[in-house]
């Protein structure tokens, strides 16, 4: 089984940036596919980004498209979420996630971190 610990979540105003990092452990980084997923309050959880196990295909959710780029360093064991062009409407727990698959399937799941765009 494989933990993730977030990190990087905070307040920012609607334009900023921010960067969100996932660290893993437990199991051979690289041999996972991992991803980001969101939930606010009141809100259904919602896909952001994945990242295939070399870095070479990443989807995006439609709302994010443009403005958030995910990224990993697998000697560090760990993946990235660069949020720029922030909207009052990103603000929720962000979750780290790995599994076998950038399309779905992810069993292990960090303790999400919270961030808040101000307007």
């Known amino acids: 089984q494989v933990q993730l610990v977030e990190s990087g979540g905070g307040l920012v105003q609607a334009g900023g940036s921010l960067r969100l990092s996932c660290v893993a452990s437990?199991?051979?980084?690289?041999?996972?596919?991992m991803g980001w997923f969101r939930q606010a309050p009141g809100k259904e959880r919602e896909f952001v980004a994945s990242?295939?196990?070399?870095?070479?295909?990443?989807p995006y959710g439609d709302s994010v498209k443009g403005r958030f780029t995910i990224s990993r360093d697998n000697a560090k064991n760990t993946v990235y979420l660069q949020m720029n062009s922030v909207k009052p409407e990103d603000t929720a727990v962000y979750y780290c996630?790995?599994?076998?698959?950038?399309?779905?399937?992810?069993?292990?799941w960090g303790q999400g971190t919270q961030v808040t765009v101000s307007s």
């Open positions: 437990g199991r051979t980084f690289s041999s996972d596919a």
């Open positions: 990242i295939s196990m070399s870095g070479s295909r990443a």
């Open positions: 996630a790995a599994g076998p698959s950038i399309f779905g399937n992810f069993g292990s």
